[in-house]
């Protein structure tokens, strides 16, 4: 996809997802304890809507923002549980209200026949092409899709991570003892190939309490990244990206504190039952 592919992420995403990021951290360190799931979420969510569609007003894109958020996998839990119910209508409800939004801005770009150099133009251009896939409700579909599943899986990934390192204060010391430009020059496939290394470390000496660091291949049966038996997730780049680019940020500028641990079940997905709580501070 043009959007979260590897080309676009390089052409039109990156340098948004830094300067992001950069930013978020700044801010929360300031704020004090705080929720990693939640503050990755709306991070992804506030410079992602606009990469879909850019011409919404402010008002506009903020609610847009708020139904992504609402939005999101918490609902699929046990039927038996009270609160599932109370969030399967929350979801529905910001379901049908983003929709809602996405099909009125679509209307409009349609009949101004304006360009704005988002995500919207290019599925309009795909949709009038004549052997086309989209129509306007798979496009209105497709929008809400990426403004959903990209802020919350990621969200929960990115706090899984930081609650392993946090675990393992050695891994942490070596992360943060590795050499990494301050002005951000690293290659990120090579940074994202350091902290996968790590990572395996982490995850064979949970499995196998030996820590020998074994590395896990991608088509092992034992741990499948971003896998769907034998597909990956459209979105593992855009994944691996955020990921990685929050980790060089928190790595290299803060020291965390872990205040609460979050603690997580598979329903089959992996759903919080209780939020990863962390107190950030620069590092001096």
Not at 44 to 54: N, Q, V
Not at 62 to 81: G, M, T, V, Y
Request: net charge positive; with cysteine; hydrophobic share 40%.
């Amino acid at each position: 996809m043009q959007l979260i592919g590897s080309e676009g992420l390089k052409r039109k995403m990156i340098q948004s997802m830094n300067q992001a990021t950069r930013e978020q951290l700044k801010w929360k360190a300031s704020e004090g304890t705080f929720d990693l799931r939640d503050a990755v979420s709306s991070l992804i969510a506030s410079y992602l809507t606009p990469k879909l569609i850019s011409n919404l007003k402010p008002e506009t894109q903020a609610e847009l923002i708020d139904h992504f958020k609402a939005f999101n996998i918490d609902w699929f839990r046990s039927p038996f549980a009270p609160f599932t119910w109370k969030i399967i209508y929350k979801v529905l409800k910001a379901r049908r209200e983003a929709m809602q939004l996405i099909k009125e801005a679509l209307k409009k770009r349609k009949e101004s026949r304006e360009k704005h150099g988002d995500f919207l133009d290019t599925l309009l251009e795909d949709m009038e092409k004549e052997d086309s896939i989209y129509d306007e409700a798979s496009v209105i579909n497709l929008l809400l899709i990426i403004g959903v599943v990209s802020k919350d899986t990621t969200s929960v990934a990115t706090a899984l991570m930081v609650n392993l390192l946090s675990k393992n204060p050695k891994v942490l010391a070596e992360l943060k003892d590795i050499q990494f430009p301050r002005d951000g020059s690293w290659p990120l496939h090579h940074l994202w190939f350091t902290i996968t290394l790590k990572y395996m470390r982490i995850r064979w000496s949970s499995i196998h309490g030996d820590g020998r660091g074994k590395i896990l291949r991608s088509v092992t049966k034992t741990l499948m990244v971003f896998g769907g038996g034998t597909r990956q997730c459209v979105g593992a780049d855009f994944a691996r990206l955020q990921m990685t680019v929050f980790l060089y940020h928190l790595v290299t500028t803060y020291d965390f504190v872990v205040v609460q641990e979050c603690e997580m079940t598979r329903t089959p997905l992996p759903c919080f039952t209780k939020d990863l709580l962390i107190n950030i501070s620069p590092t001096l």
